[in-house]
Nanobody, 115 residues
Framework: QVQLVESGGGLVQAGGSLRLSCAVS????????IGWHRQAPGEQRELVAA???????PYADSVKGRFTISRDNAKNAIYLQMDRLKAEDTAVYYC?????????WGQGTQVTVSS
């Protein structure tokens, strides 16, 4: 089993920054891929950024140049640094991991950007 716990969300003004954290427990060292997704009200959940099993790090076009995904293997954590936030970045942000053919999700953290 894998457990994912997000933190760091909140309310920020447009142009500001936030840093999200995802703490990973369980079979952290065996995770194939891990990353961030988000879901805005009335919208489908979408990929924001991820570390894939192929070694690539894709970003959504809408966040390229503003968001940066990183990881700290010693702390079993991944992060999402979000700069120059826009109102359209408002969403619940979820950490997602793939392990042993299964998908695990965290509970999500709300990010609200006021314009």
């Amino acid at each position: 089993q894998v457990q994912l716990v997000e933190s760091g969300g909140g309310l920020v003004q447009a142009g500001g920054s936030l840093r999200l954290s995802c703490a990973v427990s369980g079979m952290a060292s065996s995770i194939n891929a891990i990353g961030w997704h988000r879901q805005a009200p009335g919208e489908q959940r979408e990929l924001v950024a991820a570390f894939t099993s192929f070694g690539s790090t894709p970003y959504a076009d809408s966040v390229k140049g503003r968001f940066t995904i990183s990881r700290d293997n010693a702390k079993n954590a991944i992060y999402l640094q979000m700069d120059r936030l826009k109102a359209e970045d408002t969403a619940v942000y979820y950490c997602r991991a793939n392990f042993a053919g299964r998908v695990f999700w965290g509970q999500g953290t709300q990010v609200t950007v006021s314009s």
